[in-house]
């Protein structure tokens, strides 16, 4: 058996086994999925798509708004 195979066996048999683990990975998760969802909604500025069309404006406004910060 190569080194690799080993590797992955060892994790295959390791989450196999978990009884509380697959719990916790399940609420990680949910957590995750939570996060990237619902923060997603607020942190993304919509205004760049919808209010400018070209490149060229596109590329100003980020310009600008890191410049400030």
């Known amino acids: 058996m190569t080194t690799i195979n080993k590797i992955i066996y060892f994790y295959i048999d390791g989450f196999k086994n978990m009884r509380v683990g697959k719990t916790l990975w399940k609420i990680i ?3 995750l999925l939570v996060i990237f969802l619902v923060l997603n909604y607020f942190i993304h500025d ?5 209010e400018y ?6 590329v100003n406004f980020v310009y600008e ?5």
């Open 53 to 58: 069309k070209s490149y060229d404006e596109k």
């Open 29 to 31: 998760f949910v957590k």
């Open 65 to 69: 708004n890191l410049k400030r910060k």
């Open 46 to 50: 919509k205004s760049l798509k919808s």
